[in-house]
């Protein structure tokens, strides 16, 4: 199994860890949030199967305790992780199916068993967060949070572990402290919230 410096620098050269650059990451409710020098692309896990494997076993050696009856991604986005997460983390335990479901485009399950959200890049926690409120509100029982990338220092969230498939802390500023902005260095409009903050500051229109 490689380390995790390993798989950083294979992020690195497949693109799905972009930078050193200037970006604008979302604030967690698809608005523009704190600038960063590195992005950590969701979509670009998928472009390599083996690699993208290799990330999901790695969650599914970190389940020890946890045994979920029920797997639950934030968004669709995060859906063909936890669709290949629930089949792995089945054989592991030796039974038949666990259920997946996507937030966005599924009804809320009905409470059967322990709950793992999963989400593929957690940036801040807050959408992991979020779902829990949402699936604690219809009585379910969220036990643990999984992901491809935990890019917050927080091993934890809301008292919960993360099983991360690799955890590397990448700092984020807010606006009125980045280096790149009082730099004059342009913001990257091809990733995150970049486009939507210039458009809100009136330097671009987005298409
Ligand atoms: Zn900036």
Do not use: W
């Not at 690699?51 to 063909?80: K, W, Y």
């Not at 009905?110 to 926690?125: C, N, Q, R, S, Y």
């Not at 967060?129 to 491809?148: D, M, N, P, Q, W």
């Amino acid at each position: 199994m490689r380390g995790v410096q390993e798989l950083i620098d294979e992020f690195m050269r497949r693109r799905i860890i972009l930078g050193p650059d200037h970006f604008v990451i979302g604030d967690g409710f698809g608005n523009p949030g704190p600038h960063t020098s590195l992005y950590v692309d969701p979509g670009r896990f998928y472009r390599d199967r083996e690699l993208h494997h290799e990330c999901v076993m790695r969650i599914v050696e970190r389940m020890n305790g946890h045994r979920p009856a029920i797997i639950v991604a934030p968004d669709d986005q995060s859906l063909p992780t936890a669709r290949l997460l629930g089949r792995e983390t089945a054989g592991r335990f030796r039974i038949a199916k666990i259920p997946v479901f996507s937030l966005e485009s599924d009804p809320i399950p009905a409470p059967a068993g322990d709950v793992l959200v999963h989400d593929d890049v957690i940036t801040f926690g807050r959408q992991s967060t979020t779902a829990y409120r949402k699936l604690l509100a219809a009585g379910h029982r969220v036990v643990a949070f999984s992901s491809l990338f935990r890019r917050i220092e927080e091993e934890t969230l809301l008292g919960l572990p993360i099983l991360a498939a690799v955890e590397r802390t990448l700092p984020t500023v807010p606006e009125e402290d980045c280096p790149f902005c009082a730099d004059g260095i342009p913001v990257d409009s091809a990733h995150g919230k970049g486009a939507i903050f210039l458009a809100m500051r009136g330097e671009m229109r987005v298409s």
